[in-house]
């Protein structure tokens, strides 16, 4: 995306601390709104200060670097891991299905008929489709990994001046480089690294209030300007904060003659413009969230997730890989109590995307909210397993790590180009129990059923991983939400259909996708409920995330929906992410249970 709204947004990126781990994260932000009031500093020179000035590496090492306790954590793993290197050759591989381009739409019931398969299908982990700044499970990454790692290694400056130019000028700026010897200095301001907004402590949001209330709106005239004057970003951001503080209060602060649609209406478009999103995409994702909620998701897609790695159990422990990193200059420490391969990088002195253990397979670059899809799916040893949407392979082989080798993974993707980077990382990882095959997922169970379990990360709208692509920012529009559910929902019922509801382990179906719509998640799991009564919805298993909506807008959804799970990059500092898990029934327990317990 080009233009002045995604230099604001790029611009946003640096104005955080160090990035909390997911644990940290979860703790520091329990109290949405005390972060909301903690914005209100004023922050516009001391921003613009610390994009002139980067971080210290040499400054963070010493704070950030965790090693010590990380180890204790480590040494936690005991599971017994096979060191078997696999040699398997790409050549071994055959790509089932490459013999036909199958798109052709499914006759299934699917209520929306009016939909076409979407060519702009989201893939979190694609880093090359459409010309996307993409992460990628599979590549190196190496400008993201600087990029957080300057987030998470970041050090605020001190800045007592309000004359920005001045203290320019004085050349001061020359003082706050990489070597600089003002530790002390820039403790003192740690406090402010989390600004956004602007002026004023909780006091000064007070004053403000009463003081502005009445003119928080745009006059008819105000209104009346230009359409080809671009609206200005300092008005939208204060005014932002104005409306948020009416909103808190509306029969105290709201404006004679103004309905509170009215400024949530100005709010929608002060946030379009100030965060560089469509109208449509800001009153869509806005939806989702009270206005303060609302303006942490926004502020939260500004700044780049933790770079983080999942440790290959195929081939290593995680405390080996971590002592082995560590050992070439990577600062890590574990990804938080709910994983026991993830870690998170911080820094590192080589790409940490071709580091002899990368090469051997001994880790994948992975976001840490994608381990959850499987995490939820457990796969058990021996089982077979169909991953619908596989492409690049992160959650595959992630699959077939925990069924250690055995069993039969079915890896599918519609995409032929994207099966060679499935086919690398599987190779990479040493995964010697998977098929990889390139059908349209609508085409399962024909393809092949029978499944004990069936994995169907989705391809989405991406309006999760806005921090890791902006441009889903300005690319989205109504379309997109009719026709990624119509997709999805046919796929998803493929995916039912594929699954042995006589398994003796399984019978489990999850559905993921890297979106925080409704329509992409509880919309199309309370479909294939209505559609299959032969599955209900079952706890993921997953330690943490927000229940999913059991009724939005005015829509009821089955209550079962609260057994999904949301991820919000402001709630857990992970991407955002939507988990459902059902479970088939089999014959005789859908008598005992009947549909009334779908
Ligand atoms: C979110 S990505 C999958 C990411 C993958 N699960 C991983 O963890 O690496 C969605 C994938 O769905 C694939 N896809 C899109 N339409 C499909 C279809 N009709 N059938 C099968 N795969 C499809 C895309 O090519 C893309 O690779």
């Not at 706050?176 to 530790?183: G, I, L, P, T």
């Not at 492409?391 to 992630?398: D, E, L, N, S, V």
Request: proline residues 4%.
């Amino acid at each position: 995306m080009a233009g002045p709204k995604s230099k604001l947004g790029r611009k946003a990126r640096t104005k955080q601390g160090p990035v909390p781990t997911l644990d940290e994260f979860r703790q520091g932000v329990l109290d949405p709104r005390k972060r909301a009031q903690q914005k209100n500093n004023d922050g516009e020179s001391r921003k613009r200060k610390r994009e002139d000035k980067g971080e210290s590496l040499k400054n963070s090492r010493k704070e950030n670097i965790v090693f010590e306790k990380a180890k204790a954590d480590l040494f936690e793993v005991d599971e017994k891991v096979e060191k078997e290197e696999n040699v398997a050759r790409e050549d071994d591989f055959y790509v089932f299905g490459d013999e036909e381009d199958k798109f052709d739409i499914d006759e299934e019931e699917i209520e929306n008929d009016n939909g076409n398969e979407s060519e702009e299908v989201y893939d979190s982990e694609d880093e090359n489709e459409q010309g996307r700044a993409m992460f990628s499970d599979d590549e190196g990454d190496q400008d993201m990994l600087d990029a957080a790692n300057q987030q998470g290694l970041a050090k605020a400056f001190k800045d007592d001046s309000e004359d920005e130019e001045a203290v320019e000028a004085e050349g001061e700026a020359d003082e706050f480089d990489a070597d600089s010897d003002n530790e002390g200095e820039a403790d003192e301001f740690d406090v402010n690294s989390d600004d956004e907004f602007g002026p004023g402590d909780e006091e000064d949001v007070e004053i403000n209030v009463d003081s502005t209330i009445t003119n928080v709106l745009p006059s008819g005239q105000e209104v009346e300007t230009p359409s080809n004057v671009p609206p200005d970003i300092h008005i939208s951001r204060t005014r932002i904060q104005e409306i948020l503080n009416v909103l808190d209060d509306f029969g105290k602060y709201g404006e004679a003659g103004r309905s509170r649609s009215d400024y949530v209406a100005q709010l929608i478009a002060d946030i379009a413009n100030y965060y560089g999103y469509t109208e449509f995409l800001a009153g869509k994702l806005f939806e989702l969230f009270s206005p303060r909620e609302a303006i942490d998701f926004f502020e939260a897609n500004e700044v780049p997730r933790p770079v983080t790695i999942r440790t290959n159990t195929l081939k290593t422990r995680r405390r080996n890989l971590a002592q082995a990193l560590v050992n070439r200059g990577v600062n890590l420490k574990p990804i938080g109590n709910w994983t026991k391969v993830g870690l998170q990088i911080f820094d590192s002195q080589v790409p940490i995307g071709a580091t002899p253990e990368y090469l051997a397979g001994h880790y994948i670059i992975q976001a840490a909210s994608s381990f959850l899809p499987v995490i939820a799916l457990a796969p058990q040893e021996k089982e077979r397993v169909l991953d619908m949407a596989a492409a690049p392979g992160g959650k595959t082989t992630y699959i077939s790590a925990l069924m250690k080798n055995t069993g039969c993974v079915f890896a599918n993707d519609a995409n032929k180009a994207r099966t060679k980077s499935l086919i690398a990382n599987i190779h990479r990882l040493g995964c010697t129990n998977t098929v990889v095959c390139n059908y349209d997922a609508k085409d399962f169970p024909r393809v092949i059923g029978g499944f004990d379990r069936v994995l169907l990360d989705a391809p989405c709208s991406g309006t999760g991983v806005i921090a890791k692509d902006p441009s889903v920012k300005t690319s989205r529009n109504e379309k997109d939400f009719v026709d990624l559910p119509f997709l999805q929902k046919q796929l998803l019922l493929a995916a039912i259909d594929s699954i042995d509801a006589n398994s003796k382990t399984g019978g489990y179906i999850v559905y993921s996708t890297c979106s925080v719509t409704v329509d992409e998640n509880e919309a199309v799991v309370d479909y294939a409920l209505r559609k299959r009564p032969d599955v209900k919805l079952v706890e993921t298993g997953l330690e943490f995330g927000v229940p999913g909506f059991t009724s939005f807008r005015g829509k009821e959804f089955n209550h079962k929906l609260s057994l999904t799970r949301r991820y919000y990059p402001h709630t857990y500092n992970v991407d955002g992410f939507f988990v459902a898990k059902f479970k088939k029934m089999k014959a005789k327990e859908q008598k005992v249970n009947g549909t009334s317990t779908v």
